[in-house]
C-alpha cells in the first residue's frame, strides 16, 4: 500500500481527484437549477424574462429564435402540458386531478417544482447524496414529461440526460473514507 504524506493511495486519488470534481459537477447543477427556479418563480433575472420563442409554443414554427425555459415558456408548457400530463398519472392511480397552472391559480404547478428544486439543491450540499436523489426524481419526471407529453425524442434531451448523468453521479459515488481513530 503507497502512502502519500499519511494518506492511503486510494484516499489520496479521492482527495485530489474525486472531490474537486464533485464540487465542481454539484455546481454545475445548482446553477442550472437555481436559473430553472428563478424562471419558474417569474424572478426577472438570469434571462427569465426574455420574450417567448414561438418555437417553444408551436415546434414547427419558423421563428427565428431558440427557446431557453424562461418565464414565459415554462408558463405555457406548464398549462398546456404539465398539468395534464401529470393529472394523468394522478387518475391512473385513482386519485383526483388536482394540480392547476395557469394566471388565474398563480402558476401553481410551477412554484411546487421550484420548491422541490430548491430543496434538492440545498440538500445537495448539505446532505449531497439526499439531494442528488431529489434532484434525479425532478430529473426524471421531466424527461419523461419531454417523451410522453411534449413527443420529444431522446436526441432533443440533451441538458436534461447531462442533469441526470450528473445527478446519479453524485448519488453514486463512493464515499470518501474518513480516517478512524486508530489511524
Known sequence: RRVHGGIEGSSFVIILVMRPLYILLSIILSVVYVRSVVCKLGIPQLGCDSPLCQRAVDETSKADCQPTANTLEVQHWCEKTWTAHLNNHLKSVGLEPFLRCSKNDDFMLL??????????????????????????IVMVGAIETHIVGHRHTIDH????????????????APPSRKKSKNE
Open 111 to 136: 412554484k411546487l417544482i421550484a420548491a422541490i428544486e430548491i430543496v434538492g439543491v440545498l440538500a445537495l450540499w448539505l446532505i449531497p447524496r439526499f439531494g442528488a436523489f431529489i434532484l434525479a
Open 157 to 172: 434531451l440533451g441538458l436534461q440526460l447531462a442533469l441526470l448523468a450528473i445527478s446519479l453521479g453524485i448519488l453514486f
